[in-house]
């Protein structure tokens, strides 16, 4: 059982292609029917919260991609992780996982009494250990059926927010900014750690891994650089505290993409295409607005690729695929469209197999 359904090499050749601005990547699913291979909807356990328990989140995350046709170079990923911000927990946060939604209820009252923690026994970390646990479950379930990725643990500010508050946070980037770089810097080496961990249990035997967020792969150490909060603070604040971690992170990676959450946080964008080794942008437009393929963000998808970088572009429609190809061309682009059923994803490969 392989869901699967084209030349893999050739799908990896596309990513790569793209890390090198020299190639696109044309990833699209639609709704199956019904699940491939009959894969079966997975019973939730009786338990306080079936969420926490490994075997049925990962059959339940299977379960979904059963239901998706992937067509170009789509393929499915699970990740052992639980949330978006997943080392909030380690630092104290405490976490609140339902079926659709994961939260996080800050642990840090008063600054003074909080310093950031110097080094994190990842041996005897609970969350560590129970996220190593869901990497063997999900490895044991999802073998010869889609890649298992590592979760989203690069977040900076988006994970000092939760084991703070936002608004708390707000106010000490003013008050106490000294006690926020120490913590940020704490944050940025706990996320390389973790990475390293779970880079070691996931990749393959060349070192090329998977990143759940925004499905990226890289042949070597890739994944999804993010900072949500930066849509609250001003590009001098953003430059001030951000912009040291991610420079030391893209150092750390091979390859690197980050996340643009929406207009609010456009203004960083300057200030990111000056990381010399971050690789590409991916631009998620917030809803209400024209979404990834309109034409109203083709001048921002120029700056990205004069600039050097790659671009990936979400929630493209059909028929906005042909004229980004015609206004930008291809080499940089990751273009993730949404179809309506497989023989319209058949018609898209077809379509955009014109242009390779």
């Given at each position: 059982m392989n869901w699967i359904r084209h030349d893999y090499?050739?799908?990896l050749n596309h990513y790569r292609g793209w890390w090198n601005h020299s190639g696109f990547i044309f990833a699209v699913g639609a709704p199956r029917v019904k699940p491939i291979d009959n894969f079966p909807e997975p019973i939730p356990p009786a338990s306080d919260n079936p969420m926490l328990d490994?075997?049925?989140?990962?059959?339940?995350?299977?379960?979904?991609?059963?239901?998706?046709?992937?067509?170009?170079d789509a393929f499915p990923m699970i990740s052992p992780g639980l949330g978006c911000c997943d080392l909030a927990p380690v630092f104290g946060a405490e976490m609140h996982v339902e079926p659709h939604t994961t939260w996080y209820e800050p642990c840090i009252d008063n600054p003074d009494n909080h310093e950031p923690t110097a080094d994190i026994d990842w041996e005897n970390s609970h969350w560590i250990n129970y996220y190593m646990e869901s990497v063997a479950v999900a490895k044991e379930l999802a073998?010869?059926?889609?890649?298992?990725?590592?979760?989203?643990?690069?977040?900076?500010?988006?994970?000092?927010?939760?084991?703070?508050?936002?608004?708390?946070?707000?106010?000490?980037?003013?008050?106490?900014p000294d006690w926020v770089r120490d913590w940020l810097a704490a944050i940025c080496r706990a996320e390389l750690d973790a990475f390293r961990i779970f880079h070691e249990n996931v990749r393959s035997p060349d070192g090329a891994?998977?990143?759940?967020?925004?499905?990226?792969?890289?042949?070597?150490k890739t994944a999804t650089l993010q900072c949500d909060f930066s849509c609250m603070i001003s590009r001098d604040m953003f430059d001030e505290f951000v912009i040291p971690v991610l420079e030391e992170q893209c150092r750390r990676l091979d390859y690197s993409v980050y996340h643009l959450d929406g207009t609010t946080a456009m203004h960083h964008l300057d200030s990111l295409l000056t990381i010399k080794d971050l690789d590409a942008i991916e631009w998620t437009p917030e809803p209400g607005f024209p979404q990834g393929g309109d034409p109203s963000w083709y001048d921002l998808y120029r700056r990205i690729l004069k600039a050097g970088k790659s671009v990936e572009m979400v929630n493209v429609k059909p028929e906005e695929i042909r004229p980004i190809f015609e206004s930008l061309g291809t080499d940089g682009l990751y273009i993730c469209a949404r179809a309506e059923n497989p023989e319209q994803v058949?018609?898209?490969?077809?379509?955009?197999?014109?242009?390779?």
């Open positions: 090499d050739e799908i490994h075997f049925y989140r990962i059959r339940r995350d299977l379960y979904r991609r059963a239901k998706i046709y992937y067509g170009g073998k010869d059926i889609c890649m298992v990725t590592v979760p989203a643990v690069f977040n900076n500010l988006d994970t000092l927010a939760a084991i703070r508050g936002n608004e708390s946070l707000l106010i000490d980037l003013i008050e106490r891994n998977g990143y759940i967020a925004f499905s990226n792969w890289g042949p070597g058949e018609q898209l490969e077809k379509e955009v197999r014109a242009f390779r």
